[in-house]
């Protein structure tokens, strides 16, 4: 099933929340550090699933970039947000991009999408 | 002095130094820089001073390869298809001028300067202040952009005048003025006789739709009736020489090039605000500016790719029908297009008024921008020069008994590949400097893509009658003359090798202004 409008419009939504780190927006929730990270993990884990479709060999660098941003922010937000933000402003810058649904995404988000789509229990 | 041929007798024989043929932004702006001179100038031109069908129904042809609104593209009456130009306005690029090896048949026998030295008077006559085009007009400003990286994008500005300029309307007091110029209304040129080896033009016939015939007699001939019917004169020419006139190298109608205009994609913008003041219109002391993302040269050098820039469209970015509608309505209107939609979207807006109004209002206080779905992304291509893209004469007749033009537009792999890059370095700013995020049309991600089938051109008509240092390689000489006919000029977009990725009104007048001095020294001597 592609991607809405809706959907991405969520997800840049929850995206720019975390860029710009306005707490309010950024919603605490259990689960993974990148889960926390988004205002509407549901709207991160489908597009996270569309990437996994389109390229199955993501998972594992999607995973390692979980891990990584987990070990750099100790588990804040704010710290998540702002490693996460310059990864996803330098792949812009360095031409590191994907498309997915017609969506021009950096690789870091659409990995850190992805990452969220890997955990138990997600229907992808 | 302003005559009709349709009140002067059968048979008239009219004399000058120089007869100029079309009254479009070409033509009238030779003729009114030769205003004054010592030299009798005479001006022609198919229509009259308003639209008429039955002269207007000349310009029908056949369109046999990407669908082309021949009639409608063009407008047949003082002042030409300025008569509907939006005016926008940015002058060609160096490179545009320059011999790419990744471009075939790239490559103007003359340099950017020859064009720059023109533009300011240029600028005078298009309404359009000074000639600056970059960012640093807006610097301090709400309306400064943001800061694209230049190794990807180079961001300029678009001049339009407010209103456009309507060449008939603002010169038609000088033309009647001028004791030296006299233009002849209704009086369309059939061919160009010349002598046996074709190598000077005698005289060209003129006839009016009721079938009135007459003769204009010149020293010097300057063909100015547009980038197809340039080409359709010439063909149509061909008593000496089956070919046409000026054709021995076969590239009179080839090398057609227009402007595809793509919706390629559309900006799922964080903040709306941010991007209208800085992406829609901006009003700057009585010039209206359009921000366009354009690729830069290295990017084109070293990718292979055509001239080529991107736009956004936040004033199209609305979710509510009614007003969506209207402003479709309103930009069809400003093009002087029949509106694509007009019978649903009419009857939007007459059911959508409430919300009409209410956008209405809430677009006069701060804060109710609000965010909308989605801002359009437009691409404007170079189109690539290719032979195979051509005018040519139809089987058909027009009301005269002339052929009437075959147009097989033809667009490459080039331009798309071009487009999808431009389109792809915005949605990597956008993302960069956090404006949001784009996504492509469907079209534009297919696995083989092609070009959609609401693919439409600027109306812009180019290269049917190219410039060239050799005969071998083209139409005219680096003076706009036909190489093989020693009195005969061509003014307009049909003589560009190139096309860049910019409307061609300014550069063509800048252009006949050049030819016009020229035309002075050639009548001199």
């Known amino acids: 099933m592609a991607l809405s409008r809706r959907d991405f419009a969520v997800w840049t939504a929850a995206t720019v929340a975390a860029l710009r780190l306005e707490p309010a927006l950024v919603a605490v929730r259990p689960g993974s550090p990148l889960d926390r990270l988004f205002s509407n993990p549901a709207a991160a884990r489908k597009v996270g699933c569309r990437v996994l479709a389109a390229m199955p060999e993501t998972a594992r660098p999607a995973m390692a970039l979980a891990t990584e941003l987990s070990v750099v922010a100790k588990g804040a937000t704010d710290a998540l947000g702002h490693a996460l933000a310059e990864r996803i402003e330098g792949d812009f810058r360095d031409g590191r991009i994907v498309i997915i649904d017609g969506w021009v995404l950096a690789r870091s988000e659409a990995l850190a999408c992805a990452a969220t789509a890997l955990g138990p229990g997600v229907p992808c | ?525």
Not at chain 2, 113 to 124: I, K, P
């Open chain 2, 1 to 525: 002095l302003l005559t009709d041929l349709r009140h002067l007798p059968d048979g008239t024989v009219l004399e000058a130094d120089i007869c100029i043929i079309g009254a479009g932004a070409a033509g009238i702006t030779i003729a009114q820089a030769l205003a004054g001179a010592s030299l009798q100038v005479m001006l022609l031109e198919s229509g009259g001073t308003e639209l008429e069908s039955e002269v207007q129904a000349l310009y029908e042809g056949e369109s046999v390869g990407l669908a082309y609104p021949l009639d409608a593209a063009r407008l047949r009456f003082l002042g030409g298809t300025t008569n509907h130009w939006m005016g926008q306005s940015h002058p060609l690029d160096r490179i545009d001028f320059q011999k790419r090896a990744w471009v075939a048949h790239s490559g103007w026998p003359i340099g950017y300067g020859e064009l720059e030295r023109y533009l300011t008077d240029a600028h005078a006559i298009c309404d359009l202040g000074a000639p600056i085009y970059g960012p640093e007009q807006l610097r301090g400003t709400p309306h400064e952009p943001d800061a694209v990286a230049p190794e990807g994008l180079v961001l300029r500005y678009y001049r339009i005048a407010t209103p456009p300029t309507r060449f008939g309307e603002k010169f038609r007091a000088t033309l009647e003025r001028a004791e030296n110029i006299t233009t002849v209304l209704h009086a369309t040129v059939t061919a160009l006789a010349t002598n046996a080896p074709a190598s000077h033009v005698t005289q060209a016939d003129i006839a009016d739709v009721s079938g009135k015939r007459a003769t204009a007699r010149a020293r010097v001939f300057v063909l100015a009736c547009g980038g197809i019917e340039n080409a359709r004169v010439l063909l149509l020419s061909d008593q000496a020489n089956p070919a046409g006139l000026g054709n021995g190298s076969d590239c009179v109608g080839r090398f057609f090039m227009e402007h595809p205009e793509l919706h390629a994609a559309d900006l799922e913008a964080h903040d709306f605000k941010h991007i209208a003041q800085r992406y829609d219109t901006i009003e700057r002391g009585g010039i209206r500016l359009i921000a366009q993302f354009q690729l830069p040269p290295e990017v084109q050098e070293r990718q292979g790719l055509l001239n080529t820039a991107a736009f956004l469209v936040p004033w199209m970015a609305v979710t509510n029908s009614g007003i969506q509608s209207l402003r479709r309505l309103w930009w069809a209107v400003r093009r002087g297009r029949v509106p694509d939609q007009m019978t649903n979207d009419l009857w939007h807006v007459v059911s959508d008024l409430d919300g009409i109004f209410g956008a209405t209002l809430g677009r006069l206080s701060e804060g109710a921008w609000g965010t909308p779905a989605e801002i359009p992304l437009w691409v404007t291509c170079e189109p690539a020069p290719t032979p195979e893209s051509r005018v040519s004469l139809a089987d058909t007749v027009d009301t005269l008994g002339l052929r009437r033009v075959r147009l097989d537009w033809r667009l490459s792999d080039q331009e798309l590949r071009s487009a999808q890059e431009v389109v792809r370095h915005v949605g990597m700013e956008a993302g960069r400097l956090r404006l949001g995020r784009l996504r492509l049309k469907e079209w534009f991600t297919a696995p083989a893509p092609a070009w959609p089938d609401d693919l439409k051109g600027g109306y812009h008509h180019l290269g049917t009658t190219r410039m060239s240092a050799t005969p071998a390689h083209g139409v005219v000489d680096v003076d706009c003359r036909c190489h093989e006919v020693d009195n005969l000029f061509i003014a307009g977009s049909s003589v560009f090798p190139t096309a860049g990725c910019t409307n061609p009104t300014l550069n063509l007048v800048a252009l006949a202004l050049r030819l016009a001095d020229h035309l002075r020294d050639v009548v001199r001597t």
